[in-house]
């Protein structure tokens, strides 16, 4: 900075310290304003009000809300390390937390077809002498059917039976067991769009599904 330049800044400051001194004198002074008389009948009203019992009166401590935390708006099994159910769909791995399963299945040919039964729906399968409905797992996820017109022909392999042992997903492969820890997880705390999918792991982008939010 230039010798001139800080004269100049100098100078300003000191105008600008002027200008407010000169509005400050310019405020009249304020005077004291003697209080109204109360009048006699007021005073003794007072006294008969001094003289009933009171309430006692706790001070409330005001407590400042908490910034809300990804991780509070999860479920509570979240807070800890889980252990998920790697499959993979299409050649996209996701992720299911084995908590929300039952079991898994080999996925086998439809026996049931539903009258006017929804797109996403393949059709009823035999598992352990009950008819699970099975998902069309493509469809649900990425909108677009893996099976096609016929369930037969498609390339699912697996089943993932749901903890209530209704549904089941159908997928094309399954891979493996893993824990994971909570901090290696990208979780979605916005959900209205794709309530399903919960977050998604860092390392290697695999989608962890909430197999409860599904059918909402």
Not at 115 to 124: D, I, T, V
């Amino acid at each position: 900075m230039t010798k001139k330049t800080s004269t100049q800044i100098v100078h300003q400051e000191v105008a600008l310290d002027t200008y407010l001194s000169t509005l400050l004198e310019a405020i009249p002074e304020a005077h004291e304003i003697p209080p109204a008389p109360v009048p006699e009948e007021a005073l003794r009203a007072g006294q008969i009000e001094s003289e009933l019992p009171r309430p006692v009166e706790t001070a409330k401590p005001l407590l400042e809300p908490e910034p809300v935390k990804p991780m509070a708006l999860m479920p509570t099994w979240t807070q800890a390390s889980f252990q998920v159910l790697l499959f993979r769909l299409n050649q996209v791995t996701m992720a299911a937390p084995l908590l929300q399963l039952a079991t898994t299945a080999q996925f086998q040919d439809i026996t049931t077809k539903l009258p006017k039964q929804p797109a996403w729906l393949l059709g009823l399968q035999r598992v352990q002498q009950r008819h699970l409905a099975i998902i069309d797992s493509q469809f649900i996820f990425m909108g677009t059917s893996g099976a096609g017109r016929d369930p037969a022909q498609s390339h699912y392999t697996h089943i993932l039976i749901s903890e209530q042992q209704r549904w089941a997903l159908a997928c094309d492969e399954l891979l493996s067991v893993v824990t994971l820890a909570p901090e290696q997880v990208r979780w979605r705390t916005q959900r209205q769009r794709r309530p399903w999918l919960m977050g998604s792991v860092i390392d290697d982008l695999t989608m962890l599904i909430d197999m409860t939010q599904i059918f909402l």
